[in-house]
């Protein structure tokens, strides 16, 4: 697709000037951010990998990306293996009879059509499962819980996402029958958390769920009074087969080709159950509304490139398409908003030596927006990763997620969550940073 | 049944000595409500009236009141006429196809078998429906909105609970085809908020349903950008016809018959979404524990007698048989609990003027728990509805319902959602003023 020209003539005047003093002075954060996570979360709604949901959020991306005045707005296409839900219900048939609210992991195994009774042997976290013998968990369904806390930083979903991660395939791997999780998440609220799980080469997948925090609760006090528990459960997800997924791109041309590409990334896909508000519509809000902002400003030195990742949740394949295909571009630098809508508290770099400079500037920048800087210890997110692991540069902001895991890959992952006040303080750190990166004189991950 | 001798004596010793300044020197709180609450939506869970369901709850509350050392336990049945749950599903066709969260409102008519799909009228509130010509409602599925906001004193729901008592019946009798309302409640998650509905004599019932709050606000931006919005709606509840349901009694003789009995009651049913946690598992555990607090410091001059009532959610039937069948007793007075577990904050009276020692006493008791006395214009509560309506004396403790609507009738009203400290505070406030109901020498409303 051509560049537009006059280049963002349209949005330039209403915009503010960012510079490195921006955020002394900041304007009243546009809306530009709220109404693209609006929009999208509305017209389009839960937009999961490879259906058609998805294919209608790239047309939807294309139209608003080309309205804003970015240049090279295109959609490369690429094939995955696409897992779709089916129905689901699970109820205690003993000993107090009731259902439970439960919701399929992605590439969960089917249970029969009138689904399937178990007994269930619980255990209270991955490592006590672990510990069990096998002759304990064959032909069972197993329950297994964690102790998942909130924290700023998201650290404990490394802790205990193992549980919904590798829990089904060890499960599956040691001959249980089906298996049901407490969801990964710090709520508590009905709403179960969906998400991946995979199941190792040779073993075959296993009706594989998680319920919510307060029906782990109601399972765990049953499994405290010792009396034998029996489920019924019900999961008839099905794989489609390889389906059509795609990135979309669009661009800011830099006026110094030889100064490389600066890379924002999110992710277009969501999950099924809600509308991807905070994953990822929030991210995608913010990368945009920053790109145009830093345009309005002037043309940047660098060409800033904007990626809508596809098919994020479900294994990575638009970020690893991405990679492989543009693994020879002349990238400078990359950052990625993926982790909600909550502020942004600090700032982690992974910039070469030679650019100090930039990264005390931008650490200047963002002090008065309460920024701190972290330990210099950037590690990019899922749909950069092909480059982070070739070494590229990278800035971090990282945001509040201490709410995050409330609502992440549940029905409630809506757009009434998402707190303007909020969103508009990212998309200003976001804003003068990415302006930095874009101007900066000294050499990032550029060729020489 | 008979009563238990000696009477509570397993449980006494373990006691604080309720008197009239309990509240200086409160011990600290036992755990019988608390407990009394977990194990009822633990052990039974969802109890809809005329379920088996409720069934199993009387059963259990049987059992539970016995072993507490109550007196005259016995389960009181009636007849009622009884509606249930089917499938439930809705979408949007057009113009942003994506999947609703509804739940259907008590005695909600059915779709067909495959669903059905219809135009959307939509209306931001009743009285913009009512405004409306009946042409355009004719064979529209109607949706209503409403702006219920958080009241303490849980005044909105009077407010804004006609959009759901008397919207549907409203919108069949005006040949509607169907009707979805924004969920009459106060949070934002995705789990609709279900509810009685009721349609006029002769009016047909059409499928009625409630969508979630973040749904609604989904609803109504389309609304807003004016594009026709087409439905598909699945609703399949089903008549029974009439069950048996039941009132679960008990009691702590007064050491003076001509006192009469002062009613504390609750009800035991609860939806069917959730386990009825707040909704009134809560209450039920209030009025036990004080009772049995009460009956712990002494036989009391009056007779205390518990009324678990049946099927309160679904038209009061448990509270209407109970009426009916002691409209000759000689109640003296009657509280009831059943505004969830949020700590009481004021007193209200309805007590004869010759009674304004007793009342003064229990305001001073309750001071210390910081319940403020109101304007002496108790009413009750639905379970109490026909003593009351025949002029009983009454107490009210009120209860802050600041977040109780966010979970009223949702599947989200679980165990979890108890607050162990205020529940304890409802639980002392209770004692206090049960005590001095029960002993109080003044006439309240026995003969003379």
Redesign the interface.
């Known amino acids: 697709m051509e560049m537009n020209k006059p280049l963002l003539a349209l949005t330039a005047l209403a915009l503010a000037l960012p510079t490195a003093v921006q955020s002394q002075n900041a304007p009243p954060p546009s809306d530009v951010a709220l109404e693209f996570a ?1 929009d999208l979360t ?5 937009r999961q990998a490879g259906t058609e ?1 998805e294919a209608r959020a790239r047309i939807w991306a294309l139209a608003r990306l080309q309205s804003m005045g970015f240049a090279n707005v295109r959609v490369e296409e690429y094939q995955m293996p696409t897992w779709v839900r089916g129905e689901e219900r699970a109820s205690i048939i003993s ?5 439970l ?1 439960i919701t399929a992991l992605g590439n969960s195994g089917a249970t029969p059509a009138s689904g399937m009774d178990g007994d269930v042997v619980g255990f209270r976290s991955l490592a006590e499962f672990e510990a069990a013998p096998d002759s304990a968990i064959r032909g069972k369904i197993v329950y297994i819980g964690h102790a998942m806390r909130r924290t700023q930083d998201g650290s404990s979903y490394g802790a205990f996402g193992p549980v919904r991660f590798s829990g089904p395939g060890r499960a599956a791997a040691r001959g249980a029958a089906a298996i049901i999780i407490r969801s990964v998440g710090t709520d ?4 179960p958390h969906t998400g991946n799980t995979n199941f190792p080469a040779g073993v075959t997948p296993i009706p594989s769920g998680a319920i919510s ?2 029906d782990a ?2 399972i765990e ?2 499994m405290a009074r010792g009396a034998p528990i029996r489920l019924h459960l019900l999961l008839t997800p099905r794989n489609l087969g390889m389906q059509t997924s795609g990135n979309v791109i669009a661009e800011v041309p830099g006026a110094d080709p030889s100064a490389g590409i600066a890379l924002v990334a999110c992710h277009l896909d969501s999950w099924d159950l ?2 991807g508000a905070i994953d990822d519509a929030a991210g995608c809000a913010v990368i945009v509304a920053a790109a145009q902002r830093v345009a309005a400003s002037g043309q940047p030195r660098r060409t800033i490139r904007i990626l809508l990742a596809g098919a994020e949740e479900v294994g990575v394949w638009g970020g690893r398409d991405y990679g492989a295909r543009h693994a020879t571009d002349n990238h400078a630098v990359a950052m990625e908003a993926d982790f909600g809508a909550g502020r942004v508290w600090r700032v982690d770099f992974r910039l070469p030596e030679g650019a100090a400079g930039a990264a005390n500037r931008i650490t200047a920048s963002l002090a008065p927006f309460s920024v701190s800087r972290g330990r210099d210890a950037a590690t990019g997110g899922a749909d950069v990763g092909v480059l982070a692991a070739a070494g590229l540069p990278l800035v971090d902001l990282q945001q509040d997620g201490t709410k995050y895991f409330d609502l992440h890959h ?3 992952d ?4 998402i707190v303007p006040e909020e969103l508009a303080q990212i998309v200003s750190a976001w804003t003068s940073t990415l302006w930095e990166l874009a101007n900066a004189p000294e050499r990032l991950g550029e060729a020489e």
Request: aromatic share 4%.
């Open positions: 609006r509305t017209e389009i709604g839960p949901a000993p107090h009879p009731q259902a609210a508590s609220h009905r709403n925090n307060p609760d109601q006090r049953m809600g509308t549940t029905p409630d809506t757009f009434d969550k």
